[in-house]
């Protein structure tokens, strides 16, 4: 019989563990961030943080926002209120990789370089391109060409999970069709007669269990730029005017008129929000019509209260000078690796004199 060597253990070998995924996501500084970018985003990005399993990043896009006519005092005050409600959201910068776009240059120029791969009939499909161009007198290049910036955000990264709301689902398809084009048109040189791996990974849109929140007219989701949302940080007193006033199921005219939870924005919302009970209470109540519309949002709107007071308390406490230093910083991550994928690019695609 073989003796054991000293170094053997009885111990069971795990089995590898499943690669971390790299999560990037995004969000516009274009207005005040409301319920919707929250339930439909924010809150999963906090929640990927929480698990500590992948790699994450999150970037306020900036770039992104200039597509559409601003005032750029605006913008500069939109950025440092964004950046505060994310920290105070829980995006906390020392488990996270926080930044603010425009500070990492290497996003408009791999924009650019995904632009030649990229056909326009695809981007003249996009529907969010078609929602905010329509009737418009000038309509920027930028708008049009704003998934192809969408895209670089991601495969700058090699991020493979992408937290979206619903909206950008079709943008995100398009990034997939990119790295796809991308590869094939770049598959770089063999090395020993083996062909490189490709240089871009296909990223997968991973949604929330509210991925679309209505606005409060009901009648297109909500959105900074059409005025029909609440504001995350909004005090509760205009918080809890316009929930009382928002949308319902039309058919419940009356009290005694049953309701239809499933087509409701309200109880779309108590599924994020509100514990497993209370939305069975809300289905049982509404179906049962025991409650009125007003009374089923009064308890959405306590259980909002529950989740936003720590939120509130923790932005108060927040100074906008620790907040652009963690920016700072976090742009500094994120750049680093941003340089890596670049010096991957121009070789495949044979940019650049090699001087640098
Ligand atoms: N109504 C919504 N329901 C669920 N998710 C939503 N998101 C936006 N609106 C809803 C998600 O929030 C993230 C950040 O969005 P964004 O600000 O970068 O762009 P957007 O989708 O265009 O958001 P808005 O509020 O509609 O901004 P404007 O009016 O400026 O264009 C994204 O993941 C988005 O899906």
Not at 85 to 98: F, M, Q, S, W
Not at 112 to 124: E, H, I, Q, R
Not at 140 to 159: C, E, Q
Request: proline residues 6%; hydrophobic residues 35%.
């Amino acid at each position: 019989m073989s003796q054991q060597s000293p170094f053997a253990t009885t111990m069971e070998i795990p089995p590898a563990a499943a690669k971390p995924a790299r999560v990037f996501s995004g969000i516009q500084p274009t207005g005040e961030l409301h319920i919707g970018n929250y339930l439909g985003a924010v809150r999963t990005w906090r929640q990927q943080i929480e698990e500590g399993k992948d790699e994450t990043m999150f970037c306020v896009v900036d770039a992104h926002a200039i597509t559409v006519p601003y005032d750029p005092k605006d913008l500069r005050k939109n950025i440092d209120d964004l950046c505060l409600d994310l920290i105070a959201c829980g995006l906390d910068p020392e488990k996270t990789t926080l930044f603010v776009q425009s500070d990492v240059r290497e996003h408009t120029e791999l924009a650019w370089y995904l632009a030649s791969v990229t056909p326009m009939g695809d981007l003249g499909r996009m529907t969010q391109f078609k929602d905010k161009g329509e009737g418009k007198d000038f309509v920027s290049t930028g708008l049009f060409t704003y998934p192809v910036l969408m895209s670089a955000d991601i495969l700058l990264y090699k991020a493979t999970v992408v937290p979206v709301g619903e909206d950008q689902v079709q943008h995100l398809e398009l990034a997939r069709e990119t790295v796809r084009r991308f590869n094939h048109r770049f598959p770089g040189e063999k090395v020993s007669g083996k062909k490189p791996r490709p240089i871009f990974v296909e990223p997968k849109p991973r949604l929330s269990v509210t991925p679309r929140i209505m606005g409060l007219d009901g009648e297109s989701k909500m959105s900074k730029s059409k005025g029909n949302t609440i504001g995350l940080f909004e005090h509760p007193d205009s918080f809890w005017k316009k929930l009382s006033k928002a949308y319902t199921d039309p058919q419940r005219l009356k009290l005694t008129d049953p309701g239809r939870p499933e087509i409701c924005n309200i109880f779309t919302m108590h599924k994020a929000i509100s514990p497993k009970e209370t939305q069975d209470e809300v289905v049982a109540n509404c179906t049962g019509a025991k409650w009125g519309c007003v009374a089923c949002k009064k308890v959405l709107f306590d259980n909002f209260e529950k989740e936003l007071i720590p939120l509130r308390t923790k932005r108060e406490a927040l100074s906008i000078e620790q907040v652009r230093q963690a920016m700072g910083d976090g742009a500094a991550k994120a750049r680093r690796i941003a340089v890596e994928t670049m010096k991957e690019v121009r070789q495949v695609m044979g940019l650049g004199s090699l001087a640098t």
